[in-house]
């Protein structure tokens, strides 16, 4: 379930201000049972077959807001500049950040843009995540992860740089290239 508002305002004929929201509720069951064996060290069976039976519910709640504000500078040229504040709480992670953006476009003429630009972005883990509790309840048996990873998923936090390109070629038809280096962690 979601909520998303977005919203405008012209302050003069150089800037205008733009604001939003976002809240975002997801939930996850999981119900299963697996048949399993148990094994050795080498992988080999050493009994009889038996189930392991799981019962999760994860849940993950996002909200966002952002403010901006793009700035004409001069005839052609415009500077967006703003800021997220995002927070994330689930079963298995609570975290925030604030994000800051700057992005400057020049239109060099009628058919010709270019931009260059900066983001900060918070990308939540899916609800969907699978906690090492789950996995570690299959050590020891035919359904054995290779290894039991025990860092916790966690939102990834990327700097994203990126600058670019656009010419219209005719009524209806134009063309682009960007270019980008992000730089993200988790």
């Known amino acids: 379930a979601g909520l998303q508002l977005d919203a405008s305002y012209e302050l ?9 929201a976002i809240l975002l509720y997801e939930s996850v ?12 060290g080498n992988g080999d069976a050493t009994g009889p077959a038996f189930p392991i039976t799981q019962r999760q519910r994860l849940h993950g709640l996002f ?8 700035w004409k500078l001069a ?7 703003g800021a997220r504040f995002d927070v994330f709480n689930s079963s298995f992670d609570d975290e925030t950040q604030f994000s800051p953006r700057l992005n400057l476009i020049y239109k060099v003429s009628d058919s010709t ?9 918070f990308t ?7 906690p090492a ?6 050590d020891n048996t035919s359904n054995a992860a290779a290894s ?20 219209k070629l005719g009524a209806g038809f134009q063309v682009g290239l960007d270019g980008y280096y992000k730089r993200a962690k988790d």
């Open 12 to 20: 003069n004929d150089r800037h205008t201000v733009r604001a939003g």
């Open 29 to 40: 069951t999981n119900n299963a049972t697996t048949t399993v064996f148990p094994v050795d």
């Open 63 to 70: 909200a966002g807001l952002y403010l901006q504000d793009e």
């Open 75 to 81: 005839p052609g040229l415009t500077l967006n500049g």
């Open 113 to 121: 843009t270019l931009h260059a630009g900066y983001a900060r972005y």
């Open 124 to 130: 939540p883990p899916p609800v969907e995540n699978v």
């Open 133 to 138: 509790s789950t996995v570690i309840a299959f």
């Open 148 to 167: 039991d990873q025990a860092d916790p998923v966690k939102a990834e936090r990327a700097d994203y740089f990126d600058a670019g390109i656009s010419q």
